[in-house]
């Protein structure tokens, strides 16, 4: 049976707003001002974009800024609550990736902006929509469960191209929310734009280098990044999906997933450094064993760093994998 490694917050409880006022934190660890325009993002990857935009002109704090805690099987806490009733902006992954946003906020009737990331990706299904609400309309109300989008990788704050989109959103939303800032948003903005384009210059040279060179994902996490770079997913069908919602992999694809890496087929091996489970570390195993490279991919940001050098860390990492 899979597991994953991740230390799982709270269920969500009812604890006096008094307390948890007196904790409330922006992601950088100071307190949010009562008065500030505030930005809630669901991961420290959009945190750290906002940050980014905004300056000093908002207040900004992830609900997941961790390393030990996993997105897709987070539960909300009453602290989470009181942040998301005090935003003015949310920044959320969508697409089934961080389904608990979208309960907090059910919960809490915020009238904030909300600003999904999926629904920004080039890849996002045109009727992505039509079957989020179909399947909302086949639960019950005690029925917590977010299908994610057949076809559709949810991850993708791992696509440059994604995050400019992201980055164009957040000036729109900032500048107009607080016009006597626009002028320091957008400049900030350009200058994440001209760190995009750096990073991107840096996946453009793995590709001139690496072009058609063959990736295992044992989880689809980092999938837009190594096709950006002209990589070619060879992961067996089945295995990734398996992994990513925690249930066991079958023999027959397993079988098939080690005899890829064993027989050469595979150039890199890319692992959810978050989480993980027995089939995960059967192919680490064989990877070690066939001279096959393992790069860790992760949900979120390392500590101390922003979403731009993590991107190009992460790059650096499939580049020198690859250059042996």
């Not at 325009?37 to 940050?51: D, I, K, N, P, R």
């Not at 207040?59 to 805690?69: H, K």
């Not at 837009?224 to 079958?250: I, K, P, R, S």
Request: with cysteine; charged share 25%; aromatic share 4%.
């Amino acid at each position: 049976m899979q597991t994953r490694r991740a230390l799982l917050a709270a269920p969500l409880i009812a604890v006096p707003a008094l307390l948890l006022a007196s904790c409330a934190s922006g992601s950088a660890g100071a307190p949010v001002e009562d008065d500030a325009f505030t930005v809630v993002a669901s991961t420290s990857a959009y945190a750290s974009l906002a940050e980014a935009v905004a300056g000093d002109a908002a207040s900004v704090e992830a609900i997941i800024d961790s390393g030990s805690q996993d997105p897709h099987e987070y539960e909300a806490t009453a602290r989470d609550q009181l942040a998301l009733d005090g935003a003015d902006l949310v920044i959320m992954n969508g697409g089934g990736y961080d389904a608990f946003m979208e309960d907090l906020l059910e919960a809490s009737g915020s009238d904030a902006e909300v600003l999904t990331v999926a629904e920004l990706s080039d890849a996002y299904p045109s009727d992505a929509e039509d079957e989020h609400d179909h399947a909302e309309e086949e639960h019950s109300e005690d029925d917590h469960d977010h299908e994610h989008i057949e076809g559709f990788n949810e991850h993708v704050w791992y696509d440059p191209h994604t995050i400019e989109h992201v980055v164009a959103e957040l000036e729109e939303h900032l500048a107009a929310d607080l016009p006597e800032d626009a002028e320091a948003i957008t400049a900030n903005a350009d200058a994440v734009r001209a760190d995009l384009e750096v990073l991107e210059g840096r996946v453009a040279k793995v590709q001139a280098a690496h072009a058609g060179s063959t990736v295992f994902f044992t989880e689809p996490l980092g999938g837009y990044l190594a096709a950006e770079a002209g990589l070619e997913d060879v992961t067996t069908e089945g295995f990734a999906e398996a992994v990513e919602e925690g249930q066991d992999v079958a023999p027959a694809t397993l079988l098939a997933a080690l005899t890829a890496i064993e027989d050469g087929d595979v150039d890199v091996l890319v692992v959810n450094a978050q989480t993980g489970g027995s089939e995960t570390d059967q192919l680490i195993a064989a990877a070690d064993d066939a001279g096959v490279p393992v790069v860790e991919f992760a949900e979120t940001l390392p500590e101390g760093s922003t979403y731009v050098e993590w991107m190009t860390d992460n790059v650096d990492a499939l580049d020198d994998a690859l250059a042996g």
